[in-house]
């Protein structure tokens, strides 16, 4: 490994830890749009910055691009409260408006300045390590490490301060300000440390793909935990495996580094979303699937304790009455069977004293709806499933 | 050139007349469509898809190798329903919420797309250039056929919509009515999501990737502003388009470096902030216009209350009193009592006041509701 090499796995690893804190929080509030649109909305803030400062790191750009991101959250939330479109309208209305504006900034000074859209938006990681800091004659390092590395000692002095108040304001608005904690105050320093976040990784990793660095490994770890601290410290580990990853894939294919971390990012995304233990797709479906084959006992035994005439109960009859197909049939029948739920006569159908005893439980739960009944019940699936 | 000088134009200019068709076109069918996205509380899911839909158009130049518009689009098209449908089905199964997942699918795929970008920009094709129109969006390179297709996708938008229009327009609104109604929601869902995707794809190449949420939304939103059906809304939304298409084109042809997406989006950003203030129903400046005259409502009926609580135990209900007497009750100026006798509710006389009989009656019903407000 070269040093540029070394250096730019930093500088992302650096940017994935410092998307991955805010980004959790968003993802929590059911606000991940929001750095979305703070992502394209900066763009007006940062070409008026670039015109001041000639500099696309100069803390002046940063501020000035952050303001702009607050204001947007400021005229989202403005319009919604008009109540004349609904809050995901707003949004949409606010960022292309000022994206545009950008546009045409940039469109209208094209001759004489040094930035086009396609930096903004894609930004390029590989140049990152040649626009180096230089102080006092001696080379410190990139200036994009120093930028981010800045950004995040804030962002997670400020998460190890505000670590309560954040938690309470997140999850339980109403008691926060019960405690005397302003959810306001939380919502709009959240969203300025988003900002400046956004605002410090557009230069290496462009404005829409640090939507992805924010989102992505929040809704991952989102997946496997409940846990808030839990959930931090996944998105980080996501967050940099993802970054380091992805560099070395851009370094085999030749191609974007930023494209490329995404893109691990979402292969990361897509096993968890599939394979994750409890909250993942296949074991939801396969839980989902569960259910339906316990209601369906349950239907059936409470039919066989409603009846006593002996053609209701013949086999058959599961098909024709309770209208189930036959490989349905089956399967209930057999289950209920390995469980001494029923006897099978001659194709007639009984409940045994398990079965009666099964049944009456239900019967009662469903009558009374008091939990302590399905509890017991619960114990008994668990047999079906093992 | 300025704006003027392009209608002047437009008629013989065959590439002016292209591109604004193309735009007219184009704001008309998001308008259309839009107005469905926005009421059904869609409207980011423009934003998402189009973002959706890069991975789609590198994947087919990469397996065809030939930067034919219709194929890139249909590559675009599979994607976007692709990315469509997995939003679905991460909201439904996972608890992961929409807002979640239109970011996660708009930037991991627009990510996968990138990465496929510039990979295919170190081929050795020199067919590849252009690409990136797909995600600026350059209206310039608008042809006749363009137009052609995306008159054809309207019309066939335009027929599935009168075709199905009782059933989109019950799905609208209630959603597990038109299931016990026995109508097949889920087709319909799908049918309209598709046509959704379909018109944000066509925009793409026009205004590009960021800009195509706000064609979608902008039309909608403004038109919902002036009426409250939805046949009246789809139709205005379509003429805000299209109006935001034209001008939009005429300013951006008419100035040096003003590329025609973002211009078109500004305009119709126009739309929406005019519709917004002084739409009469919904607009913030004649609800603040009747907001006030409410409260001037109140404050009027106010001190005729408090006169009706002072003439009630008279035998005369006409004896005029003196205005001192209203004194300790502070909500009357004389402005409002000059409005009192405007409404023949009381006759002033000098420094004393008294009732008429019509405000006596006025008084006694204020409370009641059995007489309507005139």
Request: proline share 2%; hydrophobic share 50%.
């Amino acid at each position: 490994m070269t040093s540029p090499q070394i250096e730019i796995q930093m500088i992302a690893a650096v940017v994935a830890v410092a998307c991955a804190i805010p980004g959790v929080f968003l993802v929590l509030r059911k606000m991940a749009l929001i750095s979305d649109a703070i992502s394209h909305s900066i763009l007006p803030g940062i070409v008026a910055g670039f015109f001041i400062t000639q500099d696309l790191n100069s803390p002046l750009l940063i501020l000035l691009a952050a303001l702009t991101g607050v204001i947007t959250v400021i005229l989202v939330e403005a319009i919604q409260k008009t109540g004349l479109v609904k809050e995901d309208t707003a949004i949409g209305l606010v960022f292309p408006a000022l994206f545009s504006i950008g546009v045409i900034m940039i469109a209208k000074n094209a001759n004489d300045v040094h930035l086009d859209i396609d930096a903004v938006l894609l930004g390029e990681l590989a140049f990152a390590p040649f626009d180096r800091l230089i102080l006092s004659g001696l080379d410190m390092g990139p200036k994009s490490l120093w930028l981010m590395g800045t950004i995040l000692i804030l962002s997670l002095g400020l998460l190890f301060l505000f670590f309560k108040e954040l938690k309470v304001s997140t999850f339980d608005a109403g008691l926060s300000s019960a405690l005397g904690i302003s959810p306001i105050v939380m919502h709009y320093g959240l969203m300025s440390v988003s900002s400046v976040t956004v605002v410090g990784a557009f230069d290496a990793v462009g404005a829409i793909l640090v939507v992805a660095l924010m989102i992505a490994p929040a809704a991952t770890a989102y997946l496997l935990t409940s846990d808030l601290k839990r959930m931090l410290l996944l998105s980080i580990v996501f967050g940099v495996f993802s970054a380091i990853a992805g560099y070395w894939l851009a370094h085999f294919l030749d191609a974007s580094i930023s494209g490329s971390m995404t893109t691990v990012l979402g292969v990361v995304f897509l096993m968890v979303y599939l394979f994750a233990p409890r909250k993942g797709l296949l074991s939801v479906l396969y839980r989902q699937k569960q259910q339906r084959t316990e209601v369906s006992l349950i239907t059936f035994l409470l039919h066989l304790n409603n009846h006593s005439e002996e053609e209701e109960r013949h086999i058959n009859h599961l098909n024709e009455h309770i209208n189930w197909q036959k490989i349905r049939a089956k399967t209930i029948l057999d289950l209920a069977q390995k469980n001494n739920m029923i006897l099978i006569k001659d194709e007639i159908v009984f409940l045994t004293e398990k079965g009666k005893d099964f049944t009456q439980r239900a019967l009662e739960y469903i009558m009374t709806n008091k939990d302590e009944r399905i509890e017991h019940m619960k114990d008994d699936f668990f047999l079906f499933r093992g | 050139m300025s704006v003027a000088e392009y209608f002047e134009l437009l008629f013989t200019d065959y590439t002016l007349r292209t591109i604004t068709l193309g735009t007219a076109v184009l704001g008309a069918i998001c308008g259309m469509l839009g107005s469905f996205a926005v009421l059904r509380k869609q409207s980011l899911l423009g934003d998402a898809i189009s973002h959706a839909a890069l991975p789609g158009i590198a994947l087919a130049f990469l397996i065809t190798g030939a930067k034919d518009t219709n194929i890139l689009l249909l590559g675009a098209l599979v994607s976007g329903l692709v990315g469509t449908f997995w939003i679905r089905g991460m909201t439904s199964k996972t608890h992961l919420k929409s807002d979640t997942a239109l970011g996660l699918i708009l930037s991991l795929f627009f990510g996968f797309g990138m990465l496929l970008l510039t990979f295919i920009q170190k081929q050795p094709n020199a067919n590849q250039a252009g690409l990136d129109k797909y995600l600026f969006g350059q209206a310039a390179t608008l042809v006749e056929e363009d137009v052609r297709l995306m008159l054809i996708v309207t019309g066939i938008s335009l027929s599935i919509l009168l075709l199905f229009w009782k059933e989109f327009k019950i799905l609208l609104f209630d959603e597990d009515y038109t299931k016990t109604l026995g109508f097949n929601t889920r087709f319909i869902d799908i049918l309209i999501t598709f046509f959704i995707v379909l018109a944000i794809v066509l925009g793409l190449q026009t205004v590009g990737v960021v800009l195509m949420s706000a064609m979608l939304l902008a039309p909608a939103a403004a038109a919902r502003q002036w009426t409250n059906s939805l046949g009246v809304m789809i139709v205005l939304a379509s003429i805000f388009g299209a109006f935001s298409g034209v001008f939009g084109t005429a300013i951006s042809a008419s100035q040096n470096n003003l590329s025609t997406g973002p211009v078109i989006v500004l305009v119709a950003a126009v739309f929406v902030v005019f519709s917004f203030i002084f739409s009469p129903g919904r607009g913030l400046l004649f609800r603040e216009i009747r907001f006030r005259k409410n409260r001037r409502d109140l404050k009027l009926k106010k001190t005729l209350q408090f006169m009706y609580g002072i003439v009630k135990d008279h035998e005369n209900i006409s004896h005029p009193h003196a205005i001192r007497i209203l004194n300790n009750f502070q909500g009357f100026t004389k402005k409002s009592l000059q409005r009192l006798e405007d409404k023949e509710w009381i006759t002033l006389t000098g420094q004393q006041w008294a009732m008429t009989e019509r405000g006596f009656e006025e008084a006694k019903n204020l409370y009641s509701q059995q007489r309507k407000d005139d």
